[in-house]
């Protein structure tokens, strides 16, 4: 019997259906995967071991081999690393099996924020005024905290409790000019539909594939939808309904770490990318469910990226990421595993733009047409990627797109005026964790960003009940009164009361 596998099945040695495919007795094992491996090596120990069980029986043995210290460098650590992968990897590029498929072409759109968003900027912002200034405690979780509330401020206002008008609570216009990305959302997808394309949403956020489907509703497109909570059978029916020959559905609405593994959906040729990834491989993933073996067309990549905010810093992040990994491989060396986000980084993220966000009070909501925006967001998007080409190792560990005022002492000093006298007057409510929006079920966006950022999640305080009263030990022989046990009974029932 011979036994197939996806690779993604078995990374994780420990997961139940990796110990069920350990069980199984075969002549010959294979490992499919659309992606090359990753720099881990335990990972990779993990798929050696279902090949071949008795040759790579230990992890420990493994990871001890490929160790890396003064003794070691990086050349002979690959050297080691090629010589036990050459006689099991036999890689194939898409280019070399599929000569008709066109390469995929990414243009970032950028878009400004409107009036509803800047506010409720300002006010994340300024809910930690000490922290951002470096005046307070720099506590890695409070950044955590901030960074989402920014992120969720740049894909929607909706996403904040008390934001949407109501009640009563409608679906209209209002949907679209308080948000710029759904703005450009507006113009972009009667465009697309006229030229004939299908399209593919991607969003970390199922909330806001929450919004984005009132929004399909109201403009009557239809659409499919696909998240962590989808079941199995509905979402093998859904993308079967999306594939169909003379399918009417228009919009794919999935989110970036459920669709972006295991799916097949080369009839679209659009891929918009709502909100991008901490991790840039989970957007190529997610891109390659359109660009891929059996795709006829040119497939198009939009990025949304708000403007002078937090996004940018993060796609800018995520580009030198892919950029230094290629220069590092290429010139024979692991990539650091080790990438995760420092204060310093998530401190500069933040600030990113606020003196930007703070001297400007209306709507940057852009009024020109789509063909115009597209055109402007190609040139930015070449300009960037020239640029980075352009740099060495060195200067891309250094590179920053950082606008003029943004490494100031204090981003909320901007002509003449201290905004940190303004934090006792403005109301802050609580955006640490925004209630559910109206009709729609609560979704944990946060833990995503503590596992993105790689933060643990906070422990809850322990709450010390209070002792039981001590009682006097009591026998039956001592012939007490009656009435003392009704007394010590009280006293008991009380306290359990008082405990709730």
Excluded at 235 to 264: C, D, H, P, W
Excluded at 427 to 456: Q, T
Aim: proline letters at 5%; charged letters at 30%.
């Amino acid at each position: 019997t011979h036994s197939y596998a996806r690779h993604s099945c078995l990374k994780n040695e420990k997961s139940k259906l990796s110990e069920l495919l350990r069980e199984f007795k075969s002549m010959n094992r294979l490992l499919l995967t659309g992606t090359p491996l990753q720099n881990n090596l335990h990972e990779l120990w993990a798929l050696l071991n279902f090949l071949l069980p008795d040759v790579f029986n230990s992890s420990d043995d493994f990871d001890s081999w490929f160790n890396t210290n003064a003794a070691l460098g990086d050349n002979q650590l690959v050297s080691r690393l090629h010589a036990v992968l050459r006689p099991f990897l036999l890689r194939r590029l898409k280019s070399e099996v599929e000569k008709k498929l066109k390469p995929k072409k990414e243009v970032k759109v950028y878009v400004g924020l409107s009036k509803m968003q800047r506010d409720w900027y300002t006010k994340v912002l300024m809910k930690d005024i000490d922290v951002v200034n470096g005046a307070g405690k720099v506590e890695k979780m409070r950044l955590q905290n901030i960074l989402m509330q920014l992120r969720k401020c740049c894909n929607h206002p909706y996403l904040f409790d008390g934001a949407e008008p109501g009640p009563p609570y409608t679906t209209d216009e209002h949907l679209v000019y308080n948000c710029g990305k759904l703005t450009i959302l507006d113009k972009l997808l009667p465009k697309l539909r006229e030229q004939g394309s299908r399209v593919l949403i991607f969003s970390q956020m199922t909330r806001m594939l929450d919004i984005l489907e009132d929004y399909c509703l109201w403009r009557q497109y239809k659409y499919c939808r696909l998240d962590g909570q989808t079941p199995h059978e509905d979402r093998n029916r859904q993308i079967e309904e999306y594939n169909m020959e003379g399918s009417e559905k228009f919009v794919f609405m999935l989110s970036t770490r459920a669709g972006g593994l295991g799916i097949n959906l080369t009839s679209a040729d659009v891929v918009i990318i709502y909100d991008s990834d901490w991790n840039p491989q989970m957007d190529l993933q997610a891109m390659d469910r359109a660009h891929r073996i059996g795709q006829t067309k040119q497939v198009r990549v939009f990025r949304l990226i708000t403007d002078n905010t937090v996004e940018e810093k993060i796609v800018e992040r995520a580009e030198v990421k892919l950029r230094l990994d290629k220069l590092v491989i290429q010139s024979g060396r692991l990539v650091d595993t080790k990438n995760q986000l420092n204060k310093d980084e998530m401190l500069n993220m933040i600030r990113h733009g606020a003196n930007h966000v703070f001297s400007s009070k209306d709507s940057e909501i852009t009024d020109e047409d789509i063909d115009t925006i597209l055109a402007k967001g190609e040139v930015k998007t070449e300009e960037l990627k020239q640029k980075l080409e352009s740099l060495g190792e060195s200067s891309l560990r250094a590179f920053s797109m950082d606008t003029p005022g943004a490494t100031t002492d204090s981003v909320y000093q901007f002509e003449g005026e201290d905004y940190r006298e303004k934090q006792k007057v403005i109301p802050i409510g609580s955006w640490i964790e925004p209630p559910k929006r109206e009709r729609k079920a609560n979704y944990a966006v946060d833990a995503y960003f503590r596992e993105a950022l790689r933060v643990s999640e906070p422990k809850a305080p322990k709450v010390q009940a209070p002792r039981p009263p001590k009682q006097p030990i009591v026998q039956d022989f001592q012939f007490f009164p009656p009435r003392l046990f009704e007394l010590l009974d009280q006293e008991i029932y009380h306290y359990r009361k008082t405990l709730g």
